[in-house]
Antibody, heavy 117, light 111 residues
Framework: QVRLVQSGAEVKKPGASVKVACKAP????????ITWVRQAPGQGLEWMGW????????NYAQNLRGRVTMTTDTSTTTAYMELRSLRSDDTAVYYC??????????WGQGTLVTVSA | QSVLTQPPSASGTPGQRVTISCSGS????????VNWYQQLPGTAPKLLIYSDNQRPSGVPDRFSGSKSGTSASLAISGLQSEDEADFYC????????????FGGGTKLTVL
């Protein structure tokens, strides 16, 4: 089992930014990619983007380009997802997951981000 | 509106076999493998099937996946009460510089 541990819940005002952390096991970190998926209340899964932990290449969902940035810190084996100019419809649980064999094989526990004035 | 189309709900009684469909297009299912995820209430999704029909270690063989053309299916045999969950299909889509797409999810109820 590979355990991804995410940072805690956040409450933000519209227009603010949020940065969610995802801590991965150190011995496998650079061999895989990390993807981010969000789920609005009562809704389905939405893919946000992906980052290679090996070379930091990224691929973002078209509807989030310009507002989202994904990074990794290999020294702490932690991936980050920053979302800017938050709106109320960004309220969701944000998940990180490891990408292996073209699938998301292990997931973090999720981070609730609430955007409210 | 999700790129991959799933029925919003499915149901069955204990012991039955149920199937959940996932319909896409040439740029996603027709050209790339399909994965299935199970999300139990209040928990993170879990990988159930990858590469169309492969089960990760620990997933019971009651779960099976198949694909034909631009459609895929998840079958659950010997239905159990603990199988009640939301199920999502996913695939890589080659359009728009490439991106992952999900189905809208199917809520499985065990009657």
């Amino acid at each position: 089992q590979v355990r991804l541990v995410q940072s805690g819940a956040e409450v933000k005002k519209p227009g603010a930014s949020v940065k969610v952390a995802c801590k991965a096991p150190s011995h496998t970190f650079s061999s895989y990619g990390i993807t981010w998926v969000r789920q609005a209340p009562g809704q389905g899964l939405e893919w946000m983007g992906w980052i290679s932990a090996n070379n930091a290449n990224t691929n973002y969902a078209q509807n989030l380009r310009g507002r989202v940035t994904m990074t990794t810190d290999t020294s702490t084996t932690t991936a980050y997802m920053e979302l800017r100019s938050l709106r109320s419809d960004d309220t969701a649980v944000y998940y990180c997951a490891r990408v292996a064999s073209d699938a998301f094989d292990f997931w973090g526990q999720g981070t609730l981000v609430t955007v409210s004035a | 509106q999700s790129v991959l189309t799933q029925p919003p709900s499915a149901s069955g009684t204990p012991g039955q076999r149920v199937t959940i469909s996932c319909s896409g297009s040439y740029s996603n299912i027709g050209s790339n493998s399909v994965n299935w995820y199970q999300q139990l209430p209040g928990t993170a999704p879990k990988l159930l099937i990858y590469s169309d029909n492969q089960r990760p270690s620990g997933v019971p063989d009651r779960f099976s996946g198949s694909k034909s053309g631009t459609s895929a299916s998840l079958a659950i045999s010997g239905l159990q009460s603990e199988d009640e969950a939301d199920f999502y299909c996913a695939s890589w889509d080659d359009s728009l510089n490439g991106h992952w797409v999900f189905g809208g999810g199917t809520k499985l109820t065990v009657l």
